[in-house]
């Protein structure tokens, strides 16, 4: 179960490092053109950085505090803000009537949710 966990950690934090990054390094208006992120519409392009800061930096809380064994715990907080993030996310995909990333939404949650529950849980890194 901890390789499990720790792929899992791996997976996320190599989906969000990703859209982090494209949010951090990409304009408001080439992010809005794309036809998955048309909601960037909605909000300004500080919000867009933040989000993908965000993103970012639960992408490395996911790895490194335990890779590095200084302060693991950071890793299933890292986990809880993805899923904070994510239903965000999909409160505002909900908003706009677009269930397909409502689902894509939830997946991350699960995912997000599995990591938080083994590393609080059953398989925390002591």
Known sequence: MNIFLWILAGLLAAVFLAAGGAKLAQPKEKLAASPNMA???DFSPGTLK???ALEVLAAVGLI???ALDIVP???PLAAVGLVLL????ATTH???KESSAIVTNLVLI?????VV???????PFT
């Open 39 to 41: 909601w960037a519409e």
């Open 50 to 52: 933040l989000i993908g």
């Open 64 to 66: 490194l505090p335990a």
């Open 73 to 75: 715990v950071l890793v």
């Open 86 to 89: 994510m239903a965000g996310a």
């Open 94 to 96: 909900a908003r706009r």
């Open 110 to 114: 699960v995912l997000a949710g599995a």
């Open 117 to 123: 529950w083994g590393r609080f849980g059953p398989y």
